[in-house]
């Protein structure tokens, strides 16, 4: 039988910079997934996927995030800064029953 490979919803005061960002979304994925989680990254997963033409591009960006944060089993605060996205999604994984944690907190219990 194969054991079920948590999923772990990953937020950050992210970069403006989409190329950043995107570069910094990857270090903590690839340590999610040396810990032995799946990390669901919205900054990754939706990256290049809207036309820049959408003006509700960023809001159907959103309600996708939001999906995927309330599939996963815990939400992954990384990076030293909170900004007002990352409190949100840690209300929504609070009203969602995920478990809120940071990527220390992950890897010290490796």
């Not at 194969?2 to 990857?26: F, G, H, L, M």
């Not at 995927?68 to 999604?89: H, M, P, S, T, Y």
């Amino acid at each position: 039988m194969s054991r079920t490979i948590p999923r772990a919803y990953v937020t950050a005061a992210w970069s403006k910079n989409r190329v950043d960002a995107e570069d910094e979304a990857r270090k903590y994925c690839r340590e999610l997934v040396s810990a032995g989680y799946l990390p669901l990254c919205p900054v990754l997963a939706f990256s290049g996927i809207s036309s820049e033409d959408d003006p509700d591009a960023e809001k159907k960006k959103r309600e996708m995030s939001e999906d995927l944060l309330r599939r996963a089993r815990f939400l992954v605060v990384c990076g030293e800064q909170i900004n007002d996205d990352v409190k949100e999604d840690i209300s929504i994984a609070k009203h969602s029953k995920v478990i809120p944690t940071t990527l220390a907190g992950v890897l010290q219990c490796r």
